[in-house]
């Protein structure tokens, strides 16, 4: 079974923190993905090699424009979910 392709404005849940954010990013990254893990939250940009760019807020909800924290993460870490509006 194939991943879905992504668009700008879906919407997607956080199913796993990857691996290399455990890693290799400083605890404070490492935090915000622990609250973005299981919220839904739209994609406002894919990057040329497909990872989505999501906006959240500090609790990790969904952050209303860009002046919070942007996160990267890659298609195999999310699901998409149908818009609930």
């Known amino acids: 079974m194939s991943k879905p392709d992504f668009s700008v404005c879906d919407r997607v849940r956080?199913?796993?923190i990857p691996p290399q954010v455990l890693e290799k990013m400083p605890q404070e990254s490492i935090e915000i993905f622990k609250r973005c893990a299981?919220?839904?939250l739209r994609i406002d940009d894919l990057n040329?090699?497909?990872w989505l760019e999501l906006n959240v807020m500090d609790d990790g909800s969904?952050?209303?424009n860009y002046c919070y924290h942007t996160i990267w993460i890659?298609?195999?870490y999310v699901e998409r979910v149908?818009?609930?509006f």
Request: aromatic share 6%.
């Open 14 to 16: 956080i199913l796993q």
């Open 48 to 50: 040329d090699i497909g």
């Open 74 to 76: 890659e298609p195999e």
């Open 38 to 40: 299981g919220q839904i």
């Open 82 to 84: 149908e818009a609930w």
């Open 62 to 64: 969904q952050a209303p």
